[in-house]
T-cell receptor
Framework: KAGVTQTPRYLIKTRGQQVTLSCSPI?????VSWYQQTPGQGLQFLFE???????NKGNFPGRFSGRQFSNSRSEMNVSTLELGDSALYLC???????????????FGEGSRLTVL | AQRVTQPEKLLSVFKGAPVELKCNYS??????LFWYVQYSRQRLQLLLR??SRESIKGFTADLNKGETSFHLKKPFAQEEDSAMYYC?????????????FGKGTKLSVKP
């Protein structure tokens, strides 16, 4: 099986612009989560999606948004970029087990965003 | 506040020595704890979870609710264990998609 695929892998934007990152989960996985990784804050949870619905959301401003499509692929968008948004954005997929998602997370390689 | 603390940024040991990576947590409720690992040039991946009570690659971790700790241990470190290790938690029965991570400990095993 192909792993979690994230595109683009690297991108450079300037302050005020917006960016869209894409994540294709492992085939058969219907749950997708997003994390932001920075040297200062480490890994921080952004959102979790299942069946095209946001199930959980982390403590990030409204500039950060996401969605999931019927094929389980997910996108996240950051509007009005700030310097502090420079980070590695990781996507993870899992098979939802039971009422809550207790399946193992499988991570992508990440999209590295640099904001100038 | 819910929090995971890994007090050591870097841990360096010699091959064959015992290793213990510390993880302490703060959580109001019943947590589920995990260890994730990232080897050089590889993706972040699950190493073990406390509910499984299993040993993976010689590593074990015991949840100590009294001390709110979930330290990762291995009696004899190998060079291939060198990696970044992250402790993480979620609520019991909660979603693994919504994890609180520690900031990680870089383990370096010297020959």
């Amino acid at each position: 099986k192909a792993g979690v695929t994230q595109t683009p892998r690297y991108l450079i934007k300037t302050r005020g612009q917006q960016v869209t990152l894409s994540c294709s989960p492992i085939s058969g996985h219907r749950s997708v989560s997003w994390y932001q990784q920075t040297p200062g804050q480490g890994l921080q949870f952004l959102f979790e999606y299942f069946s095209e619905t946001q199930r959980n959301k982390g403590n990030f401003p409204g500039r950060f948004s996401g969605r999931q499509f019927s094929n389980s692929r997910s996108e996240m968008n950051v509007s009005t970029l700030e310097l502090g948004d420079s980070a590695l954005y990781l996507c993870a997929s899992s098979q939802r087990v039971g009422a809550s998602n207790t399946g193992e997370l499988f991570f992508g390689e990440g999209s590295r965003l640099t904001v100038l | 506040a819910q929090r995971v603390t890994q007090p050591e940024k870097l841990l360096s040991v010699f091959k064959g020595a015992p290793v213990e990576l510390k993880c302490n947590y703060s959580y109001s409720g019943s947590p589920e704890l995990f260890w994730y690992v990232q080897y050089s040039r590889q993706r972040l991946q699950l190493l073990l979870r406390h509910i499984s009570r299993e040993s993976i690659k010689g590593f074990t971790a015991d949840l100590n609710k009294g001390e709110t700790s979930f330290h990762l241990k291995k009696p004899f470190a190998q060079e291939e264990d060198s990696a970044m290790y992250y402790c993480a938690l979620t609520s019991h029965g909660g979603s693994q998609g919504n994890l609180i991570f520690g900031k990680g400990t870089k383990l370096s095993v010297k020959p």
